[in-house]
């Protein structure tokens, strides 16, 4: 079965946004695994608060202006 884990900032991406990305990386591994993967593919999003990562010695908070409408 094939897997793929994606961590984003929280608020980053809409709904609309997660499913495009789901149906995406699903038609990308079944042109690889073939259809019979289709039903067996598992996309996760995972959003990752705001203070709980940190990138160079920081702690990450999303801007504003990055945050996903709607």
Known sequence: ???VNIKTP?????RAQKE???HRVTDMLTEYFTEAARPHTMVLIEEVRDGGYGRADAVYVTPDAWRAEG
């Open 20 to 22: 495009d990305i789901i």
């Open 1 to 3: 079965m094939p897997f």
């Open 10 to 14: 929280e608020a980053a991406l809409t």
